[in-house]
């Protein structure tokens, strides 16, 4: 148990420290050279993380599960799209870079929403409590934040994780944006609670990652994930059953150019009988689990988590064949 919980560290580590630097040298070259003629200098960046980083068989490990899991030879992993997922990202670097400078908003991204979620979203500012988002790595979500600060004037708190937040804090603050609402959370405890339930009753809405691995094994729950066993954080589902706010899912991909805002609905009243507590938040964790993965299909590069997801299992497991998509 030890073992796994340094190496969860480790892997978040990583992961924050690799982000960060990525996302100060495009930062920095943007600012100095404008998006159109750095397009060569990024292409460098990129280059230098796919070939001197561990990503890249993390990312080529994914692919392998996801081409399986859905039965598309399209999907399988190769040098081409293993380097095409690194360079999706590093777009959505520049997107965020828009985003917080204002130059991105809300003309230049459509809304996929057939349950009107936006509607509930309009409604909590008439006096109706706020609800809980539950996001994903899948493509960018600083457009989601955007349309809701700039469009929809909802109050939106995002809670990250305390070593991710005042580095990418400071980078916002540099591009321009000192709007975002980040919420420094460690750990779930009673005064956390209270001051989300108490945002919830103003009508205010809660952004919470869905997909980031857990940094202590007491808080993850082991689900399937395209066919294979990968550690979730309860934390989310904690926090519904807890304050007992209706549970949407949200994520923002990018199709032919243009982003598209997905709203969805989840769960309608979360809550657990005396002594089920940990089967419920199990059963939530996998249904989102298993539609993370639908959603992967529409974005296969765009899905953002370079690090070992599947830290339980061998590098040689690959290509094992897992439990396959519904058809």
């Keep these: 148990m030890n073992g796994t919980r340094v190496q969860a560290s480790h892997w978040a580590t990583q992961k924050e420290r690799g982000s960060f630097a990525m996302m100060k040298l495009t930062a ?9 003629s750095m397009q060569p200098v990024l292409h460098l960046v990129v280059l230098y993380f796919f070939v001197f980083g561990r990503a890249r068989r993390h990312v080529r490990q994914y692919q392998a599960y996801l081409a399986a899991w859905s039965g598309r030879a399209d999907l399988r992993p190769t040098t081409r799209r293993v380097f095409g997922q690194f360079m999706a990202f590093a777009d959505s670097l520049l997107d965020r870079l828009d985003v917080w400078r204002g130059t991105l908003g809300a003309a230049q991204v459509s809304l996929h929403d057939p349950a009107d979620v936006r509607g509930q979203l309009h409604r909590s500012q008439g006096g109706e409590r706020g609800q809980l988002l539950v996001c994903t790595h899948l493509g960018n979500l600083d457009v989601c934040r955007a349309l809701a600060e700039m469009e929809e004037k ?3 708190n995002v809670l990250v994780h305390n070593r ?8 916002q603050s540099e591009a321009g944006d000192r709007q975002l609402r980040l919420l420094q959370v460690s750990e779930v405890d009673a005064a956390l609670m209270l001051d989300l339930s108490q945002r919830l009753d103003r009508g205010e809405w809660i952004a919470i990652a869905g997909d980031r691995i857990p940094l202590q094994d007491g808080r993850r729950v082991l689900v399937d994930f395209l066919g294979h066993r990968a550690a979730f954080a309860q934390g989310p589902w904690l926090m519904a059953g807890l304050l007992r706010c209706p549970v949407h899912l949200m ?28 089967q ?3 059963g939530w964790a996998q249904r989102y689990a298993d539609r993370l993965a639908q959603l992967c299909l529409l974005a296969p590069w765009q899905w953002f ?14 290509d094992a064949s897992p439990r396959r998509a519904a058809r």
Excluded: T
């Excluded at 991710?164 to 980078?171: D, P, W």
């Excluded at 988590?305 to 690959?318: P, V």
């Design 164 to 171: 991710h937040a005042a580095h990418f804090n400071r980078l």
């Design 154 to 156: 909802v109050p939106l």
């Design 28 to 36: 920095f070259a943007v600012r100095h050279l404008g998006r159109r």
């Design 305 to 318: 988590n370079f690090y070992a997801y599947w830290q339980a299992e061998s590098e040689g497991d690959a």
């Design 280 to 282: 419920a938040i199990a």
């Design 251 to 278: 994520c923002c991909i990018k199709i032919d150019g243009r982003y598209q805002i997905r709203l969805e609905p989840f769960l309608d009243a979360p809550s657990w009988e005396r002594g089920q507590r940990e």
